[in-house]
């Protein structure tokens, strides 16, 4: 007998407590916004959904059509349901408070609505990443300040990944479930529970043709990495990098490896690429509660208090052994 998305989390809001009613009714949402995303993504150019939608994020970002589409399935989905108070997007520069015409919820939700835009017309694949946070009891109304929690207070995170399969990936906070669509009765269904990464690994994610940018420590990881079965690690690794985090993340969870975006001296400003509150933290739970770590070199990502919506972060995640060598060697650089 499978069970549906549906019924997995009815049983985690009837037997183990683990979420409330409010936050079941969100998730199923933003569930059922993943699968009207994916059917986007898989119409491609047959959907007229290709190319650039010539315009600009925060982020100062090509934004593609697909993004745009996703974004606005995301809000319009969301923002009648009574369940949430505001939402904040890597596609908007400031927070959605919701029209005063529907009820106010207490969650606050975040997304990156398709993350590895530079994959879409390229058919490689791409995926929506999201995190649920409460708004702060108190103060009326909602603020950006609201949002500005550190990633151990989410209460659910998860990404959709749209590749050969369409899979949901979730935690609440009791393990990662991951749930494949059925296209032919239009639900997720639990493919696999208590997802666990290996605390080591031979294959490591990282873009290799910014490495002359890197500082030390992460060149000399690499390097030994290179060096395989001669070197000091006494084995051989292998590369990936599909330049789609929820790819990477998504390959991580399943078999083990570690990924890495650093800091890199091109834009010593900016502490690194990804962004904190909706790419770093909902993957750095995810990959916490299967067994693995996430730091930014130096320390837990979901440790680090945000300073604005948007900021950028170095990640370094996936099998835990790894991602120790990694942070042993910055805080000892
Ligand atoms: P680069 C996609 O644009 C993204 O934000 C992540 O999904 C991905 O891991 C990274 O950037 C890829 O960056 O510099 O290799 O293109």
């Not at 009837?14 to 009613?21: L, V």
């Not at 969301?78 to 959605?96: F, P, R």
């Not at 490591?204 to 500082?215: E, G």
């Not at 099998?319 to 942070?327: A, G, R």
């Amino acid at each position: 007998m499978s069970v549906s998305l549906s019924r997995y989390l009815v049983e985690q809001q009837r037997e183990r407590g683990a979420i409330t009613p409010e936050l079941r009714l969100l998730l199923e949402v933003v569930a059922r916004a993943c699968k009207g995303i994916s059917h986007s993504v898989n119409k491609g150019a047959l959907g007229g959904v290709l190319g650039s939608a010539g315009s600009e994020n925060v982020q100062g970002e090509v934004q593609k059509k697909l993004d745009l589409i996703a974004n606005e399935v995301l809000i319009e989905a969301n923002e009648w349901g009574g369940h949430l108070a505001a939402m904040a997007s890597e596609e908007m520069e400031t927070i959605h408070l919701i029209p005063n015409r529907y009820p106010q919820g207490e969650y606050l939700l975040l997304f990156d609505p398709l993350d590895g835009s530079s994959n879409i017309d390229v058919n490689v694949s791409i995926g929506t990443i999201f995190s649920v946070l409460k708004k702060p009891e108190g103060g009326a109304g909602v603020s950006e300040a609201d949002f500005l929690q550190p990633g151990t207070q989410q209460v659910a995170a998860g990404y959709c990944v749209y590749g050969p399969q369409t899979t949901f990936v979730l935690t609440v906070g009791d393990g990662v479930s991951m749930f494949t669509l059925d296209r032919e009765q239009g639900s997720f269904v639990l493919t696999q529970e208590n997802v666990r990464i290996p605390k080591d690994t031979k294959e490591f994610a990282i873009n290799m043709s910014n490495m002359r940018h890197w500082d030390s420590p992460v060149k000399r990881y690499i390097d030994e990495c290179l060096m395989g079965s001669e070197g000091p690690r006494g084995k051989d690794f292998n590369m990936r990098w599909i330049a789609s985090m929820v790819a990477d993340v998504h390959r991580i969870l399943t078999r083990g490896g570690v990924f890495l975006y650093p800091w890199d001296k091109r834009e010593p400003g900016k502490p690194g690429k990804l962004r904190l509150m909706y790419e770093a933290n909902p993957m750095s739970w995810l990959v916490e509660q299967a067994g693995g770590a996430a730091t930014n070199g130096r320390e837990r990502i979901l440790n680090i208090q945000p300073k604005t919506l948007h900021e950028r972060v170095s990640v370094v995640l996936g099998s835990k052994n790894e991602v120790d060598l990694v942070t042993k060697y910055h805080l000892g650089s």
